[in-house]
């Protein structure tokens, strides 16, 4: 929301700027992994390099049983945070300027005219990006895949109910139990976005 309420009003370089944010999106989750992987390394990666130069120490990232997790979140943010961006905008852009005017000749501040005009006439479009992203986070797979390998790691710190699954299937042939799994991710897919949606519908009354 803050990025899109940044690139909301015109600027000077504007485009540039939308181009750069939306540079995450062009790169496959394969390759998005592969690079963060890369730049991750505990011996030759650019991130401890860094830390160096400030004076802290290496750190393990991916490789930690304990980092890790926070690790990929990371990657699959950056990599997703422009998505949420445009249908922010698209929601921003949208909207008519009469009640942001009216809020500041009434004396409103920046932040009271978000909280109370802007967030309230956007909130159906928050909460469509609420629902795709959701969608999309539960059923990622490639960014772990690509990261961690098999099993989310040797000790499962980032397995999801997808690469459980996979596990289940093709590493030791437990298809009716990766099927029960892959049914219980649907409903869970399947009741998230009926209560979003549900809770969209009340936004826009």
Do not use: C
Request: aromatic share 12%; glycine share 8%.
């Amino acid at each position: 929301m803050a990025v899109a309420l940044l690139l909301w009003r015109p600027f000077r370089g504007q485009k540039w700027v939308r181009v750069a944010i939306l540079m995450p999106l062009v790169a496959t989750p394969v390759a998005v992994g592969m690079m963060w992987r890369l730049i991750f390394d505990p011996n030759i990666g650019m991130a401890n390099q860094v830390l160096g130069w400030v004076g802290i120490g290496p750190q393990p990232w991916l490789a930690g049983q304990h980092s890790a997790l926070p690790t990929t979140i990371f990657i699959d943010v950056w990599q997703w945070t422009p998505m949420v961006v445009l249908i922010l905008l698209a929601g921003l852009t949208s909207l008519s300027d009469e009640p942001q005017e009216a809020a500041r000749i009434d004396g409103a501040s920046t932040w009271q005219r978000f909280r109370h005009v802007t967030l309230p006439l956007v909130m159906p479009t928050v909460i469509v990006a609420i629902l795709l992203r959701g969608i999309d986070a539960l059923k990622t797979f490639d960014i772990l895949y690509a990261t961690k390998g098999r099993g989310g790691g040797s000790f499962h710190e980032v397995e999801t109910l997808n690469v459980y699954a996979y596990g289940l299937s093709f590493d030791y042939n437990e298809y009716g139990i990766s099927s029960t799994v892959l049914i219980v991710f649907f409903l869970i897919i399947i009741g998230s976005m009926w209560a979003l949606t549900s809770r969209r519908k009340e936004a826009k009354r």
